[in-house]
């Protein structure tokens, strides 16, 4: 042993020799292997952090740490996305219940929690259609003030398309339905057409009669020449509302409240409410605003210098939002800051909106101070209820009323598109979209066929049963109790906005998937195992994938980086292999008498062998821990103050604004260890040559 240990400190005492004394080829090799242990430390402690900040950003915002679903699904699951987006096929959930049971029983297990995923749309009213309507509401309360204050709204309005319609008249070939529409309008500036729509609604057709006929026009001739309120696509998340905060505690309420326990309701997100759900022009200033403040100079970015052109052209978006007190109220601040008396309000719009690099920042923030609170800054917005349309997995449409209680976002994730891209609906709201009916509708169901005397019939014979041969479809009964009256006793009630219900009313029902909560991730693998052997084990029909295959595409995204960088490394590494052993097979010639010498006086092969691969471990283990002990100096700096992320893909992926990685020793030691395996097997080829020199070779040379 000792022998042994005395000969390989020779070799190594040999070795470092040999290394200074052929400094050229020590000094390419060493900074290619400084390089490679440099570039194999930052690669992989890089990777390892990103890969823990996207696990941080996916289950703490929609996957938790592990999905179920059925089995027999035709799809793979995919919450952020997959090849078919939200129409995958992915079954059902029969018992939620049974499922929480089982799995819930597990100790590594804390939660789980019933999920499945929709699209709708709510469809919001036009600002002609909420003044007509306030209009309505006011004369209904008798509200004198509030009934001229709707009427000089409508006029406004009436003022705005009557320009509109005018500009049209210049490009228009149908100039007769332009004429008829002005028509219409004109109507407006007539004082009689008002005076029956001043007097309070007095509930008499009769003395109502003018009255009625002057709403009726306002709301088929005059509405119908306006725009149209939005449509609003909304893609949901229906779970348990109640458990869901806790579960995922990165979920905080920007505006509003979380939707009480047992209440039915939306919790819209705050970044799909300001990119899509905002007024335009709000829109536009706030985006222009964060690319000045960002460095962006407007001059020299077309898209920004484009939006920013055609920003004062939107400021109908914001006249036709305004009463005629707020219309006062906005024109005298616009005056004050722009400087100017005489203008009409359009006029200081198109101004005020005219924005450069320097006026952005306080136009903007007058925006907010003056016009936002006499505006609907939202197209739907906390404290609505909305009408949710969506349709069912068999085609039939189904709505619900929804009331909206707030809006959120995850901590760190506040600029992540792909975090905020369902909103969070209660689970019995959702199941009633999916036309899934409960306990209740059930009940109500049974009472309905029991009251009419309505019975089953085969497909078969459907056809003589409701046209001859087969008898009513109606049982024989009392004839007083008839449809209308079953409908009026036991009739859905199809605003249910307001209904509470309990937990048993969550658990016990359908669900498309679940997500899974562990105590402890750091061993998923076995978790999941252990997971799926208890569902088995019930019978239950159901796959456990961990997040990352639950994600979809998004999940995919750290395995791509990492297979592009490694193909990179691997590139370079190979060049490097190349270089490293061009150069060794050139100091290995020029080492051939010393080597000849060593065979003449009884070295064998293997210790020239050894001794040309213990010079490549010297120098891999010194240059390699230069490289990898300097990248890990470097990405400690950065974990000090964090490399920042400049788009929205990129914050999802550090799980926040700025990426702070974590350096090991293992990553350390795989740096060395890559680079030093790299200068071994570039060696091979020229330590075989020189183990291969005779030492007749030595003699030659000296002669």
């Known amino acids: 042993m000792n022998r042994h240990l005395e000969r390989l400190g020779m070799l190594i005492f040999i070795g470092i020799r040999n290394l200074r004394s052929q400094r050229t080829k020590t000094l390419i090799v060493g900074f290619i292997m400084v390089f490679g242990a440099f570039l194999v430390v930052t690669t992989t402690a890089l990777l390892d952090s990103i890969e823990d900040g996207m696990t941080r950003s996916i289950t703490g915002s929609l996957a938790g740490h592990l999905q179920l679903y059925s089995a027999d699904a035709e799809d793979d699951l995919a919450l952020f996305g997959g090849q078919l987006f939200d129409n995958q096929n992915i079954g059902i959930i029969e018992d939620f219940a049974e499922v929480r049971r089982v799995v819930e029983g597990l100790d590594e297990v804390e939660a789980v929690l019933p999920m499945g995923l929709g699209r709708g749309t709510a469809l919001t009213s036009s600002p002609t259609d909420e003044a007509i309507d306030a209009l309505r509401q006011a004369r209904l309360e008798g509200d004198p003030l509030e009934i001229e204050a709707a009427i000089e709204r409508l006029q406004q309005i009436g003022a705005l398309l009557k320009t509109e319609f005018e500009n049209r008249l210049s490009v228009a070939s149908d100039v007769e339905e332009i004429d008829r529409a002005l028509a219409d309008i004109e109507t407006l500036e007539d004082p009689e057409f008002w005076e029956p729509l001043r007097v309070p609604d007095s509930g008499d057709l009769f003395d109502e009669a003018d009255a009625r006929d002057s709403m009726e026009f306002l709301s088929t001739r005059i509405a119908s020449l306006s725009e149209d309120g939005r449509t609003l696509f909304l893609r949901f998340l229906g779970t348990d509302t109640g458990r869901f905060p806790e579960a995922f505690d990165r979920l905080k309420v920007v505006r509003g409240e979380k939707i009480p326990p047992?209440?039915?309701?939306?919790?819209?997100?705050?970044?799909?409410?300001?990119?899509?759900?905002?007024?335009?022009?709000?829109?536009?200033?706030?985006?222009?605003?964060?690319?000045?403040?960002?460095?962006?100079?407007?001059?020299?970015?077309?898209?920004?210098?484009?939006?920013?052109?055609?920003?004062?052209?939107?400021?109908?978006?914001?006249?036709?939002?305004?009463?005629?007190?707020?219309?006062?109220?906005?024109?005298?601040?616009?005056?004050?800051?722009?400087?100017?008396?005489?203008?009409?309000?359009?006029?200081?719009?198109?101004?005020?909106?005219?924005?450069?690099?320097?006026?952005?920042?306080?136009?903007?923030?007058?925006?907010?101070?003056?016009?936002?609170?006499?505006?609907?800054?939202?197209?739907?917005?906390?404290?609505?209820?909305?009408?949710?349309?969506?349709?069912?997995?068999?085609?039939?449409?189904?709505?619900?009323?929804?009331?909206?209680?707030?809006?959120?976002?995850?901590?760190?994730?506040?600029?992540?598109?792909?975090?905020?891209?369902?909103?969070?609906?209660?689970?019995?709201?959702?199941?009633?979209?999916?036309?899934?009916?409960?306990?209740?509708?059930?009940?109500?169901?049974?009472?309905?066929?029991?009251?009419?005397?309505?019975?089953?019939?085969?497909?078969?014979?459907?056809?003589?049963?409701?046209?001859?041969?087969?008898?009513?479809?109606?049982?024989?009964?009392?004839?007083?109790?008839?449809?209308?009256?079953?409908?009026?006793?036991?009739?859905?009630?199809?605003?249910?906005?307001?209904?509470?219900?309990?937990q048993q009313a969550i658990d016990q029902g359908i669900a498309l998937n679940a997500a899974v909560i562990l105590r402890d991730a750091s061993d998923l693998r076995a978790s999941q195992a252990l997971v799926q052997a208890a569902v088995d084990e019930a019978d239950l029909g159901l796959q456990v994938v961990d997040w990352q295959s639950a994600s979809g595409i998004v999940g995919q995204f750290i395995a791509v980086i990492r297979v592009t960088l490694f193909i990179a490394m691997g590139i370079i590494f190979l060049i490097a292999l190349v270089i490293i052993n061009n150069a060794v097979v050139m100091a290995t010639m020029e080492r051939t008498s010393e080597i000849g010498t060593l065979r003449a006086i009884g070295a064998p092969r293997s210790t020239v062998l050894t001794m040309i691969l213990v010079e490549t471990v010297v120098l891999g283990v010194v240059a390699g821990g230069i490289g990898a002990f300097g990248a890990a100096g470097l990405l400690l700096y950065f974990g000090q103050v964090g490399i920042g992320a400049t788009n929205d893909v990129l914050r999802f992926l550090f799980s926040g604004p700025r990426l702070y990685p974590m350096v090991t020793v293992a990553h350390v030691l795989a740096g060395v260890a890559a680079i030093t395996a790299v200068g071994l097997i570039s060696t091979l080829y020229p330590a075989r040559l020189a183990a291969r020199i005779q030492p007749v070779t030595a003699m030659r040379r000296g002669e």
């Open 262 to 502: 047992f209440e039915r309701g939306l919790l819209v997100s705050e970044r799909t409410a300001q990119r899509y759900f905002k007024n335009r022009v709000a829109r536009d200033l706030d985006a222009i605003r964060d690319e000045v403040e960002g460095g962006t100079l407007i001059a020299e970015n077309p898209s920004l210098e484009s939006r920013v052109q055609a920003l004062p052209e939107q400021y109908n978006r914001v006249l036709i939002e305004l009463d005629p007190r707020g219309a006062a109220q906005v024109r005298e601040a616009l005056q004050e800051h722009l400087g100017s008396e005489d203008q009409t309000l359009t006029q200081l719009l198109r101004e005020f909106l005219a924005v450069d690099d320097q006026t952005i920042g306080p136009r903007h923030d007058l925006f907010y101070e003056v016009i936002a609170p006499h505006i609907d800054l939202y197209a739907i917005d906390v404290g609505d209820t909305v009408a949710v349309r969506t349709f069912t997995r068999g085609g039939f449409l189904r709505a619900a009323n929804v009331k909206i209680w707030g809006t959120f976002e995850f901590s760190g994730l506040e600029d992540a598109d792909i975090a905020g891209s369902a909103h969070l609906m209660d689970m019995v709201t959702f199941r009633d979209l999916m036309g899934v009916f409960g306990e209740e509708e059930m009940a109500e169901l049974r009472a309905i066929r029991e009251d009419v005397g309505l019975r089953d019939v085969q497909r078969d014979s459907a056809e003589d049963e409701l046209f001859g041969g087969g008898g009513s479809l109606v049982d024989d009964g009392d004839s007083s109790v008839g449809f209308g009256l079953a409908d009026e006793a036991v009739s859905f009630d199809r605003d249910r906005s307001s209904f509470t219900y309990d």
